[in-house]
């Protein structure tokens, strides 16, 4: 049994040093196997065919100096360590390259997000969950030195609705134009560039989508140069959200979270998981579920968005059809699981 991390550049491994003690925990658990993609680049050859005959199942996460890329390394150490199970943890563009690359059989699994993979593939797609990886919550942030109190105030201003491409920035524009009628004056960027042009005082703001509710480094980072302020929707803008698009649900950022004067009303969902083909091995996927939910408490001493999760949720909450070794896991825990989100067929 082991866990490996793999990287594609020198610069990324300089990076992922940042977070040397998690990556440690990884290591122990065996390394960078030879037959995987090392620093240099070489090709992993991992993918379903070997993860069905016992070699290592094959995952893949976000960029290696991105929050999923560690947050996997890290609970796939547990899953190793607690199953038998050899797997890779390796970095990707994030979730639509993971759908994409589970899609054509080079990924075993990886962190997906629903509304990610039916981008990357369509709707029509065979991709499957194992379990969830964390509510994912956006975060509406504006300076503290513009008038804006409120979101209908960003009606008209320069903001910027998440990174270019991404599933969150098309939440994020459907929310504010369908749900709340606001005519915002859209910055397209990448993550970085819309934090700079936020920090030059080109945009009013930046929606941030994060793991859990927890402060999130980008935000604090930009809170330094620029004092930041948080906006929440009212209870009628959460109905509006919900309305077009029913993924969605209401989160509580704490008020402890950034030392807000009230707890800050968000929009969130369950869509980001650990994803798999419906062609992975079915013995695998109940050993990584089973894992997992019997890991949590350990998974979520260094993960706290996994914190108050239940096998429950998994199933309440699916976005995607569950992996049939996860629907064996979750009905012998005695829930019910319905037609509807098991595979077809």
């Known amino acids: 049994m082991r866990t490996k991390t793999t990287t594609g550049s020198a610069r990324q491994l300089r990076t992922a ?48 100096n991105g929050q999923w890329y560690l947050y996997g390394a890290q609970s796939m150490s547990i899953v190793a360590e607690a199953s038998g199970l050899d797997i890779t943890v390796r970095e ?22 629903a509304n990610g993979a039916d981008e990357a593939l369509g709707e029509d797609h065979d991709l ?25 105030d960003l009606d008209g201003a320069a903001f910027n609705p998440g990174p270019v491409g991404g599933a969150s920035a098309m939440v994020t524009v459907e929310v504010f134009e369908e749900g709340l009628g606001l005519d915002v004056d859209w910055f397209e960027a990448t993550a970085p560039d819309a934090q700079s042009a936020y920090q030059g005082r080109q ?39 919900v309305e077009v698009n029913p993924d969605l649900s209401p989160a509580t950022i704490p008020a402890s979270t950034y030392d807000t004067e009230e707890d ?14 419906v062609d992975f091995d079915e013995d ?24 108050g999760m239940t096998p429950e949720d998994a199933v309440n909450e699916a976005l995607m059809p569950l992996h049939p070794g ?5 009905e012998e825990m005695g829930i019910d699981v319905p ?7």
């Open 284 to 307: 695998q996927a109940y050993q990584m579920t089973k894992s997992f939910w019997e890991e949590l408490d350990t998974i979520g001493e260094q993960l706290p968005q996994v914190e």
């Open 264 to 277: 800050i009303l968000a929009i969130g969902y369950w869509g980001v998981v650990v994803g798999a083909s």
């Open 339 to 345: 037609d509807e989100i098991k595979v077809q067929g």
């Open 203 to 241: 945009i009013e703001g930046f929606a941030l989508r994060g793991a859990g509710v927890q402060a999130d480094g980008a935000v604090l980072e930009v809170d330094s140069a620029r004092p930041v302020r948080l906006l929440s929707f009212t209870e009628e803008q959460m109905d509006a959200a």
């Open 17 to 64: 040093l940042i977070a040397a003690p998690l990556l440690l925990a990884v290591a122990a658990c065996g390394g960078i196997d030879p037959d995987t993609e090392t620093a240099d680049g070489s090709e992993d050859t991992g993918g379903q065919e070997g993860a069905a005959s016992g070699e290592a199942i094959t995952t893949g996460w976000g960029p290696s």
């Open 92 to 113: 990707s563009a994030g979730s639509e390259e993971n759908a994409i690359r589970m899609d054509r059989g080079e990924l075993d699994v990886g962190m997906l997000d």
């Open 128 to 152: 499957t969950t194992l379990f969830p990886l964390s509510v994912v919550v956006w975060q509406m942030v504006v300076g503290e030195d513009t008038d804006i109190q409120t979101l209908e």
């Open 326 to 330: 996860a629907v064996r896991y979750y």
